[in-house]
């Protein structure tokens, strides 16, 4: 019995130049943290050599040629297991449209299970280079990098992006304190909505073949250095304005990004003190998240009486195998 658990992301500037349509012509950059809301998958042996998965429906095959979900199928295609397994998922969040990087998440832990389910283990940059590999070039979803190395890794990052397919992960260095100070000042709300990120997405990738599109996402990426570097020197002065200019900024690469309702959910926000924030993930539904004073924090809350709140601290560990109880069977 293995049990892998693999951390979600909020992601606050610079998401979009994760994708290939931008980072292989100039540098990308995001700067995220993985949150303490975790995809959890238990991983154990079949004795009558089926494969069983359990996720929103129940799957059970003769071989992994007719495994329907795809990550799955090509994550034990990857590492050669072809029966004899059960695998079981469950998520603090819900699993599809949340803007948090699910997914991403999910294929990460995945991995990180199935390496462990053969006593073999894998590093953290294995782990986000394989998840790339099986949700991009496998799987053809129209998605970034950026995801897969928040979950892997943990922490707050700044993960580059650079034009030979190569991925740097820099820890963003500063006190604890100010760490603390950055979750108290955050709210989120879950919207209602989910949505398909991979849509919205696709239509973000033909946006950024536009040099107009492209010189908005260039400007993105500069701001992921420069939150860097506020926080590094110890302020967060002016975190919320360079969020807001972000979100700005995303707002004009494509349409769906953003509609009239998510406009006047962020627009109470800021009327109530908000310093700036943003829908997390691709756009168009999910969670979205504000900075703002802790003491303005009941007044936000007022005047967003529709949205659903969801408390959000820091995880610092990233993918974990947390429970590893080999089986003889696994390793023949």
Avoid at 229 to 235: H, K, L, Q
Avoid at 241 to 263: H, M, R, V
Wanted: charged share 20%.
């Amino acid at each position: 019995m293995i049990l892998s658990k693999t951390p979600l992301r909020m992601s606050y500037v610079g998401g979009g130049s994760d994708m290939a349509v931008y980072y292989r012509e100039e540098l990308g950059a995001v700067l995220s943290t993985s949150v303490d809301k975790y995809m959890y998958i238990a991983v154990n042996p079949k004795f009558d050599g089926r494969i069983r998965l359990s996720y929103s429906v129940t799957e059970e095959v003769d071989s992994t040629s007719q495994v329907q979900h795809p990550l799955v199928r090509e994550a034990l295609t990857m590492l050669g297991i072809h029966g004899g397994i059960e695998i079981t998922s469950m998520a603090d969040i819900p699993s599809k449209g949340s803007g948090l990087g699910s997914s991403s998440s999910y294929t990460v832990g995945l991995l990180n299970a199935l390496y462990a389910y053969k006593n073999q283990f894998a590093s953290k940059s294995m782990l986000a280079q394989q998840a790339c590999d099986i949700e991009i070039e496998r799987c053809g979803e129209p998605i970034g990098k950026q995801d897969q190395y928040a979950a892997a890794f943990g922490g707050m990052n700044l993960i580059r992006f650079h034009p030979d397919e190569s991925v740097s992960v820099d820890p963003v260095i500063c006190a604890p304190e100010l760490l603390q100070s950055l979750e108290d000042s955050t709210l989120v709300f879950f919207t209602g909505r989910t949505r398909s990120a991979s849509a919205v997405l696709a239509q973000q990738q033909k946006a950024l073949l536009s040099p107009d599109r492209k010189r908005l996402m260039r400007r993105m990426v500069q701001l992921a250095f420069e939150l860097k570097t506020e926080m590094e020197s110890g302020s967060l002065d002016n975190f919320g304005e360079l969020l807001n200019e972000n979100w700005q900024l995303k707002t004009q690469l494509a349409s769906g990004i953003t509609d009239p309702q998510i406009d006047r959910w962020y627009q109470a926000g800021l009327r109530n003190g908000a310093h700036g924030g943003k829908l997390l993930g691709a756009g168009n539904g999910g969670f979205m998240m504000f900075f703002a004073p802790p003491h303005l924090h009941n007044a936000i809350r007022a005047a967003l009486p529709e949205l659903q709140e969801v408390k959000f601290n820091f995880d610092r560990n990233g993918a974990q195998i947390v429970f590893y109880q080999p089986s003889e069977a696994t390793s023949k």
